[in-house]
């Protein structure tokens, strides 16, 4: 195997390793920010979640229950300023759909300089 492969085998175990030691959760608060990325190349103002891109990984075991304090602290004038939470693959079972996220669905979105407290269980996922 080249000298080259093994290094960039390396950098990448060593960054899924890095990712998964800065999962956050089950119970964690989480900033909603703008700020200027170009993962292609290109700068453009996004949304990130705890100034992160990719985001955090939010990680749980069956059973738990998660209490996510999100903020919105977006700035940017020139996009939609509310935002939500949305759990994709969390099925919101007990009488908890109002925490889905969907906004203007399930629950209002969350203003800019305010926050939202998610609180759901996860019992049988």
């Known amino acids: 195997m ?6 960039t085998t390396v ?6 390793v ?9 119970t964690t608060n989480l900033n909603i920010v703008n700020a200027v990325v ?18 955090p990984l939010i990680r749980g075991n069956k059973g738990d229950k998660f209490s996510i304090n999100v903020f919105n602290a977006l700035t940017d004038k020139t996009m ?10 969390i099925f919101q079972q007990g009488g908890t ?10 629950q209002c979105p969350i ?10 269980s996860v019992p049988d996922q």
């Open 18 to 26: 890095a990712a998964a030691l800065a999962a956050i959760g089950p």
């Open 80 to 89: 939609e300023r509310s935002t939500s939470i949305h759990w994709h693959g």
């Open 38 to 55: 170009a993962p292609d190349g290109f700068p453009r103002s996004t949304v990130l979640a705890d100034g992160q891109f990719p985001g």
């Open 2 to 7: 080249p000298h080259y492969a093994i290094q």
């Open 97 to 106: 759909n109002y925490e889905d996220g969907t906004a203007s669905v399930t």
């Open 11 to 16: 950098i990448t175990c060593l960054g899924l």
């Open 111 to 120: 203003v800019p300089k305010n926050g939202y407290q998610y609180d759901f």
